[in-house]
C-alpha cells in the first residue's frame, strides 16, 4: 500500500467538501477517481499534496504520515502533482521549468550559486540538466525546451507539466484532469504516455473525465459524489454499478 | 569631469539600491522597507568609522550585515502575508527606522550625523560592487535557486507543490536584498560626509521602484538601465529637476500601458545578443 486515506474530512468554512473518505492505493497501479464536478476530487488531491489542510482523519504515504508535513516535504518523500488548471512558470523557459522539479534532488545554496568554485555544484547542474532534458524528451517536447513555458500550446503545456513532476522522480504521480482541453489525438498521445509511466513502476492517481481514457488505462476506479465515496472497483464493475449510474445521470424515473 | 564624476557615482550608489529591491521583488515581494536598510546600512559604517576608526571597506560590510540581519527579522512576518498588506509592513517599517534615528543622540539625532570620513574613490567602490552584482545576478539566473525565485515569483504555491521550500528561499531574497541596500547605504554614507534620517524617506524607497519598474523586471539589467538613465536625466535636464516625481507618475503609466515588462524585457537582451552574433 503505497497511500493510505483514513477517515478523511474536509471542511471549507462549514462546507464540507470530503466526507469520511476511505481510500487505499496499491503500489504501481494506476488508480483512477472520478465523479460529477464539485465532487472533492480536487480537493483530495489538494490535501494529498498539502495544499490545503486537512480538517479530521489521516494520510499516509510509504509508511510516514503527511498531516503535518509541509508541502516541499511531502514532494521530497517522492509525491509529484499536476494541475487541473495549467500552472507552469511563464518567466521560465520549457527546460526551466522542467528543472525545477530536481529542486528537492539537489542542494545547491545561493552563495554556492555565486561562488562557483566546487566541480560539485557544476556537476549538479549539469546533471539537473541533462535529467530535466531526458524526462522533456520523455513527454515528447525536447525540441521545444528553449522556449518560454507560456508561449507553447495548452496540450503541450500539460505534457510540460507532466515532465515537471516526473523530473522530481515520484514514487506517486497525481494527474488532476490531464486530458482536459485535449482533442482525441493529443489524448491518444497522453494514454500511451500514461501507460509508459505504469510500466515504470509508478503509481499513478488519476482524475479525469474522459471516460474512454478512463475506462481503458485504470487498474482501480474510486467514484466520488458530493465528498462521498459511492463505490470502487475493476473498471468493469464501475460500468454496472447502478450507484454510479444514478449519480451521473439521475434516478431513473418510476424507481 | 568632476560634476560627470559625482553624478556617475550617485547613478551608481542608486543601481546598487534598485537590484536591491530586485532581488526580493523576484520571489514576488514588493518592499518598501528597502531605505530604511540604506539607512541602517549608512548608520551602522558611519559608526564605525567616525566613531571607532575601522576602516572602509569591512565598516561598509558590517553596515550591509546588520541591514541584512534585520532585513531576516521582517523577513519571518513578511512571509505570511502579500500585495498591498507586505507594502504596509516593509513601509511601516522603513519609517520606525528613519523615527528611530531622529530619536537616536548617539547618532546625531534629527540633526544629523556630520564627519563621515570622505571616501575619495566611492565610483570606484560603488561600480565594483554592481560589477559583483552583476555576476551574481547572472549567475542566479541559470541555478537553482535562480529558478526558485522565478517559480515562487509566478507561483508560490505550485512552486512549493513542486518541492521548493518557498520559507527559506523567501527568506534569504528578502535578507540578501536587505544586505545589498545597506552596502548601498555605507557607499553613500562615506559619500556625503554626513547623513540625516531624513535622506532616507520613503519617497527614496518609491523611487527605486520606479528605476526597476521603468528599466524592466524581467533580467536584471532592467533596474540597472532603469536607475542610470533615471539618476542621469534629471541631472542633464535642470528644467526636469523640480518636475521630477510628477515625470515619474506619467512615466510609470505611460509604461504599464505601453510595455509593462518595462525598457529592457528579456527580449531586448536577446536581440542584443544576436546584433554581437551578426557582428562577429
Redesign the interface.
Known amino acids: 500500500m503505497i497511500l493510505e486515506i483514513r477517515d478523511l474530512v474536509k471542511y471549507y468554512d462549514g462546507f464540507c467538501a470530503l466526507h469520511e473518505i476511505q481510500m487505499k492505493v496499491q503500489e504501481g497501479k494506476v488508480h483512477a477517481i472520478i465523479g460529477p464536478n464539485g465532487a472533492g476530487k480536487t480537493t483530495l488531491f489538494n490535501l494529498i499534496s498539502g495544499m490545503h489542510d486537512i480538517t479530521r482523519g489521516e494520510i499516509w504515504f510509504k509508511g510516514k504520515r503527511l498531516n503535518d508535513l509541509k508541502p516541499h516535504l511531502r514532494t521530497e518523500l517522492g509525491i509529484g502533482r499536476t494541475f487541473q488548471i495549467v500552472r507552469l512558470f511563464s518567466s521560465l523557459t520549457v527546460l526551466e521549468n522542467v528543472m525545477v522539479g530536481r529542486h528537492c534532488r539537489t542542494n545547491a545554496g545561493l552563495f554556492k550559486t555565486f561562488f562557483k568554485f566546487s566541480m560539485k555544484e557544476l556537476d549538479e547542474e549539469k546533471d539537473s540538466r541533462e535529467q530535466a532534458l531526458k524526462w522533456l524528451d520523455f513527454v515528447g517536447l525536447a525540441h521545444k525546451m528553449d522556449q518560454m513555458a507560456s508561449n507553447i500550446p495548452h496540450a503541450e503545456q500539460r505534457l510540460v507539466e507532466i515532465a515537471r513532476a516526473l523530473s522530481l522522480e515520484p514514487d506517486l504521480l497525481l494527474l488532476d484532469e490531464p486530458a482536459a482541453g485535449m482533442n482525441p489525438k493529443e489524448t491518444m498521445v497522453l494514454d500511451a504516455l500514461i501507460a509508459k509511466i505504469s510500466r515504470m513502476g509508478k503509481t499513478i492517481l488519476l482524475i479525469e473525465h474522459n471516460m474512454d481514457l478512463v475506462m481503458g488505462i485504470s487498474e482501480i476506479i474510486s467514484v466520488l459524489n458530493f465528498g462521498e465515496k459511492i463505490a470502487e472497483g475493476r473498471p468493469s464493475e464501475i460500468q454496472d454499478n447502478p450507484a454510479v449510474i444514478e449519480a451521473y445521470l439521475g434516478k431513473k424515473r418510476g424507481n | 569631469m568632476d560634476y560627470l564624476l559625482s553624478v556617475a557615482t550617485i547613478a551608481g550608489i542608486y543601481i546598487i539600491m534598485a537590484l536591491s529591491f530586485y532581488l526580493p521583488f523576484i520571489t514576488g515581494q514588493i518592499s518598501l522597507a528597502q531605505a530604511g536598510f540604506m539607512a541602517i546600512g549608512a548608520y551602522g559604517s558611519a559608526v564605525c568609522t567616525a566613531k571607532w576608526g575601522i576602516p572602509y571597506v569591512p565598516a561598509v560590510l558590517f553596515g550591509g550585515v546588520i541591514a541584512g540581519v534585520l532585513g531576516f527579522v521582517l523577513g519571518v512576518p513578511a512571509l505570511r502575508i502579500k500585495g498591498i498588506y507586505l507594502l504596509l509592513l516593509t513601509l511601516g517599517f522603513g519609517e520606525i527606522i528613519r523615527v528611530v534615528f531622529i530619536n537616536f543622540n548617539y547618532v546625531g539625532a534629527a540633526e544629523g550625523f556630520p564627519g563621515i570620513p570622505y571616501q575619495k574613490y566611492t565610483g570606484l567602490y560603488a561600480y565594483a560592487v554592481i560589477f559583483i552584482l552583476i ?2 545576478f547572472s ?2 539566473r ?7 525565485f ?2 515562487i ?3 508560490e ?11 527559506s528561499a523567501k527568506l ?1 531574497a528578502f535578507s ?1 536584498g536587505a544586505f545589498i541596500a545597506g552596502i548601498g547605504g555605507g557607499i553613500f554614507a562615506h559619500y556625503q560626509e554626513y547623513i540625516e534620517p531624513l535622506m532616507f524617506g520613503v519617497m527614496h524607497a518609491v523611487e527605486f521602484i520606479v528605476f526597476v519598474i521603468f528599466g524592466g523586471i ?1 533580467i536584471f539589467w532592467g533596474p540597472i538601465f532603469g536607475a542610470f538613465v533615471l539618476t542621469l536625466l534629471p541631472e542633464f535636464f535642470r528644467a526636469i529637476q523640480e518636475w521630477r516625481m510628477e515625470i515619474y507618475g506619467v512615466l510609470l503609466i505611460v509604461m504599464m500601458i505601453i510595455r509593462p515588462q518595462g525598457v529592457i524585457g ?1 527580449d531586448t537582451i536577446q536581440a542584443i545578443e544576436k546584433l554581437f552574433q551578426k557582428a562577429r
Open positions: 555576476i551574481f549567475r542566479l541559470n541555478s537553482r535557486m535562480g529558478r526558485a522565478q517559480a515569483g509566478n507561483d504555491t505550485a512552486a512549493e507543490v513542486l518541492g521548493v521550500n518557498i520559507t534569504m540578501v524581467q528579456l
